[in-house]
C-alpha cells in the first residue's frame, strides 16, 4: 500500500468524520424504527444523514423521538411536513423514511478510554418551509455551494 505521510494535524484538518460545525443542515430520515428507551417509553430511533452546506461531505447521527422531549417530536413533524400526524398525536416509523427538512446541529463532548472526543447531536429540528423530496433539498437554489 501506498500513501502520503500527513502529520496529526493535517490528518485532523481534513478529518471527512469530524463533527460538523454547530448550526443548520438538511437532512434525510434513512431509517427508523419503532422502539421502546430505557424508561419504558415508547419512542422512534431515527438515523438521519446530514448534508454539510458547501461540501459534499455527509455525516449520520441516531436521533429519537419520544413524548418526553415532545417539541423535537412537533418540530421534526413541522419541519418533514409530517404535522397532520403530530396534531392527530400519532406518528410511526415506516412513514419518517425518506423524509427531508433541516436540523440544528450542536457538538457534544464526551470522554472515552481517557481521551475526549466531540460528536454531533440533534439539539432541535428547524421549522420552515423545507422541501419535499431529496432532489428538492439539494437543488442548486436550496443547497448554498
Do not use: W
Not at 427538512?101 to 429540528?125: F, M, R
Amino acid at each position: 500500500m501506498k500513501f502520503t505521510a500527513k502529520t496529526d494535524e493535517e490528518i485532523k484538518s481534513e478529518d471527512k468524520y469530524a463533527p460538523f460545525e454547530a448550526g443548520e443542515y438538511f437532512f434525510e430520515v434513512l431509517e427508523a424504527e419503532d422502539a421502546v428507551s430505557s424508561n419504558g417509553n415508547d419512542m422512534i430511533k431515527i438515523n438521519i444523514k446530514v448534508f454539510d452546506n458547501g461540501t459534499e461531505r455527509t455525516t449520520r447521527i441516531y436521533d429519537y423521538l419520544l413524548e418526553a422531549m415532545l417539541f423535537k417530536v412537533k418540530h421534526f413533524c413541522d419541519s418533514t411536513g409530517l404535522t397532520k400526524q403530530y396534531e392527530a398525536g400519532e406518528l410511526s416509523s415506516d412513514l419518517l423514511v425518506g423524509q427531508t427538512g433541516k436540523v440544528q446541529l450542536i457538538i457534544d463532548t464526551y470522554k472515552k478510554d481517557g481521551e475526549e472526543k466531540t460528536t454531533n447531536k440533534v439539539k432541535d429540528y428547524v421549522v420552515s418551509e423545507a422541501p419535499k423530496t431529496l432532489d428538492e433539498t439539494l437543488s442548486d437554489d436550496n443547497v448554498p455551494f
